[in-house]
């Protein structure tokens, strides 16, 4: 899995600093999770290939996270994109952009599918053999979801040593990789955990941004190989945060501690702090593993 | 006046080019003429203050025009501003801003006035004691205009010497500035020419962007001290220019050429084009004085 932080500040972008977007490379995929305003310009920046983006999540309809998405829907059309777009956002999204795209008369010529959100508790809203992707209701001033991004178990492994050991037929491979014992010509059967190794733990990423401290997503997150959770402000600043219905980097870490995830991302930064140093600091001291993103930063777990 | 383009490039933005947009200094004002995507950051750049901005004007309601301007409505509301703005743009101008702000239950703390637009023919839509704005109907793949703007004739300047010699009491000088006569004690009437000079002449700024050619503006346009015109293709690409309803630079000339307009800049250039240089070369086959727009360029009439 790789993580590339487009931008990861709050509010307006500004010269240095661009508002929420990453992408996230899991399976075949590489899915876009939020999009402000001049999130085009940072996915070239980052030499990312606009043709490989075939689903969007925006978790809420705030201009930090979404006023980067018409002109991302318009530049795949000039770009002669013919595959078509999944959206998966808040309700009122497919309203923004389909009216937007009439009043400059710019139909798409693919076709975009809105996945409109309203429910109140998480859902699958994603899924193929490789991947899942379910929402996590957050708490904020309008509604949001975070996004839980998971690999799915995969095939077992198969030993070869093991194989040539019991001289098993390449024909019962496949099987034993789905987990199935083998009955040799002779009637004896060979456990699968004779011949095969367990796969690698499923990896998972959780998205949780914006949101209020917001404890009871800890089971649904519960061992994330990541953690992103955004920490807009710090302790000086927690009435604030509760005002605006953000959360501090010690919230974020407090989170990342009850849901046991082995890595906390911090990110959505308020502008107001001249250097982000200070949000490491203060999570660091509920949790140990405490990253920090900025735009252009890259992470691989 | 003061012209500072933040970016001329047309359709998407892109790491070293931005869309449509400029600012224009006239009179007390700092008008803002179309608003792309990333406007904000180069207002930032350019170290442009936002509070001057009052009026912004949009020419029609393509993304790489106006993409920009619901992220500027809301940082306007994030940096405090209580200001009244006036934003002048095509019929749904205001549906599209109003619902993006009510999506994100973000009301902006200061009264937005929306004059929309819908004339085929020019029209005044703003006017003080310095300074006119009308609109110049453009032909375009969705309703258009470009913006004349115009100072308006000042006070004749005094002849300091004149009212000396004549020996002129100070309270007649409001009245010659005015443009009156002098009536002396003895009867003598002192003619106002005789103790004025004409004031400067009203200098004028044409902003055609996108249109065909469309040489019925020249009339309107008569004379003006700089005009900036779309020049999306060169020659080669005339046929496109047809098609996508769009100038070449040879057709941006002859308009420059027959409405007598002292100086002509280029702009909105297809990113096709490896460098903008052909653009002038092409157009000065036409009109001696061209300029190249580029973003970051700043240019004083």
């Known amino acids: 899995m790789k993580l590339h932080i487009l931008g990861c500040y709050a509010a307006t972008p500004r010269t240095l600093t661009n508002p929420t977007s990453q992408v996230l490379e899991i399976g075949n995929h590489m899915f876009l999770i939020d999009c402000g305003e001049g ?19 925006i978790s809420h309809l705030h201009g930090d996270h979404f006023f980067g998405l018409p002109g991302l829907v318009s530049t795949f059309r000039l770009l002669g994109r013919e595959k078509e777009l999944h ?10 952009i389909t009216l937007l795209l009439k009043l400059g008369d710019s139909w798409t010529n693919y076709h975009i599918h809105f996945h409109e959100l309203t429910s109140a508790g998480p859902e699958v809203i994603f899924e193929d053999d490789k991947v899942s992707v379910e929402t996590v209701p957050l708490t904020h001033r309008v509604y949001t979801n975070g996004f839980l991004f998971k690999e799915k178990l995969g095939e077992r492994k198969l030993s070869v040593e093991a194989v040539a050991k019991y001289k098993v037929d390449k024909a019962y491979f496949q099987n034993i990789k789905n987990g199935r014992d083998v009955t040799m010509d002779d009637g004896t059967v060979l456990p699968n955990a004779l011949l095969s190794f367990d796969p690698p733990k499923p990896k998972s990423y959780a998205y949780c941004s914006d949101t209020a401290y917001k404890p009871d997503i800890v089971g649904q997150i519960d061992h994330a190989t990541a953690l992103y959770h955004e920490s807009t402000f710090l302790e000086s600043e927690a009435d604030l945060a509760v005002k605006t219905k953000h959360s501090t980097a010690k919230q974020a870490a407090a989170i990342a501690k009850s849901a046991h995830v082995e890595r906390l991302i911090l990110g959505h930064y308020s502008t107001r702090y001249k250097s982000i140093g200070l949000f490491r600091q203060e999570a660091s001291e509920v949790f140990p593993d405490v990253e920090l993103a900025d735009d252009g930063k890259f992470f691989e777990f």
Chains 1, 2 share one sequence.
Not at 39 to 56: D, P, Y
Not at 87 to 96: E, L, M, Q, T, V
Request: net charge positive; charged share 30%.
């Open 39 to 57: 999130t085009q310009v940072q996915l070239r920046k980052l030499k990312l290939k606009f043709s490989r983006i075939n689903h969007i999540f």
């Open 87 to 96: 959206i998966y956002g808040p309700k009122g999204i497919k309203d923004a």
